[in-house]
């Protein structure tokens, strides 16, 4: 029988983070996330979402006392579906189908509980830029912030009843392949505008670059609810956090008029530099990241956020952003890998900007769903 603990206390949560890098000990691509990215979305004073969500973290373990799995179930208002709608994530668990059905039928009733009607999952008790989503396919080194899951994940949740409320695909390319034509004609287009600038940002400039961000974020995502605006105060603590890793030279805005209308986020993947440190980040890790930092060429940058105002949407300023961006870090830079973080199947016109910069689909998570009660039809992300 198994038994269920909550986690906390020191000792708890210290299992939770040991336990999938005990579980994946063996999987050669497994790179254990940072244990503080962990543990700062489950501190109140550093996840806005507990202002008005709930969040437990619990442990699962055997009649021998061994953990077997381990989850995170919240309630979180502004994740604003049909159906009242609660989540799980930091999900991890043995290969064993009892054992999942136990924590999925305990986080059932935990949400049930609290008057939810379907749960979520894996997904993040905040926003869906980390931990969100089940890999399903291309099961490489994990991105920066980004899930890792054994195969058998898949069946775990799929033979309990979850269903696929939508796909989550990245595409990826070589940084010296050639640029599509469709961007270039809207580059070709775009540029004979006086109007129109191109400016990467810089890091003595981090306030003004992070209401940039918000203004266009806001915009570009408002049909999208779900807690999707942000503050620009928020940006900019993330910026200030971000600093010591952020290349200037690869993310891009675009003025008309000194007005911020598209922005093109890009980081190294930190990854490639984490994989050193097995989860800690302490003042002798710190130490061996600057080394690895300085030693080690970062060869992979990773795509953060696309966003293109409204107004400007389907006028070819993406392309124009793309390739001035393009030339530019070609020349200043020493990358050869670009990789996405995920485009929802339900963003035609972001997938559709994915494949026109000719890159292939890398990796599929996946966001599930489960309706409490069966009889209820399923229904999809709508399409934006």
């Known amino acids: 029988m198994l038994k ?56 699962f373990k055997n009649a021998e006392n061994q953990t077997v799995g381990k989850v995170a179930v919240f309630v979180n208002p502004k994740y604003e579906q049909k159906l009242k709608t ?36 894996p997904i ?13 396919e291309g099961f490489h080194e994990p991105l920066y912030g980004m899930n890792f899951h054994a195969p058998y994940y898949q069946k775990l949740f799929e033979n309990y009843g979850f269903q696929i409320y939508f796909n989550q695909l990245c595409y990826g390319r070589k940084v010296y392949d050639e640029v599509s034509q469709v961007f270039m004609n809207g580059h070709r287009m775009n540029a004979k505008n006086p109007n129109l600038k191109a400016v990467h940002w810089k890091k003595n400039q981090l306030e003004k670059f992070a209401h940039d961000f918000a203004e266009i974020y806001n915009k ?7 807690g999707k605006q942000i503050e620009a105060k928020k940006v900019l603590k993330m910026f200030q956090t971000m600093e010591p890793i952020l290349d200037e030279h690869i993310s891009w805005f675009i003025y008309e008029n000194e007005k911020p209308i598209a922005m093109w986020i890009n980081i190294p993947d930190l990854n490639q530099w984490f994989k050193y440190l097995n989860g800690k980040f302490g003042w002798i890790e710190k130490l061996k990241f600057l080394m690895a930092k300085f030693f080690i060429k970062n060869k992979k940058m990773v795509g953060l956020v696309f966003g293109i105002v409204p107004e400007w949407q389907r006028k070819g300023i993406d392309g124009f952003m793309i390739w001035e961006g393009t030339k530019h870090f070609r020349k200043t830079r020493n990358y050869t890998d670009y990789e996405m973080q995920w485009i929802g199947d339900f963003n035609p016109r972001m997938i559709k900007i994915a494949e026109n910069l000719e890159t292939k689909v890398t990796r599929k998570l996946a966001t599930y769903r489960y309706i409490f009660d069966r009889n209820l039809p399923f229904e999809r992300h709508k399409m934006l």
Not at 43 to 54: D, E, L
Not at 92 to 98: G, K, L, R
């Open 86 to 121: 609660g989540g799980i994530g930091f999900f991890d668990c043995i290969d064993d189908q009892e054992t999942a059905n136990f924590i999925f039928d305990f986080c059932k009733n935990w949400l049930q509980e609290r008057g939810m009607e379907a749960m979520d999952g």
């Open 4 to 59: 269920s603990i909550l986690v906390n206390s020191p000792e708890t949560q210290k299992e939770f983070l040991e336990f999938p890098a005990r579980l994946f000990r063996n999987e050669k691509n497994y790179i254990r996330p940072l244990d503080k990215d962990i543990e700062e979305i489950f501190n109140p004073n550093k996840n806005k979402f507990f202002r008005n969500g709930t969040c437990e973290r619990f442990l």
């Open 124 to 136: 993040n008790f905040g926003e869906r830029d980390k931990f969100w989503g089940l890999l399903i």
């Open 220 to 226: 570009a995502w408002a049909n999208h609810g779900e």
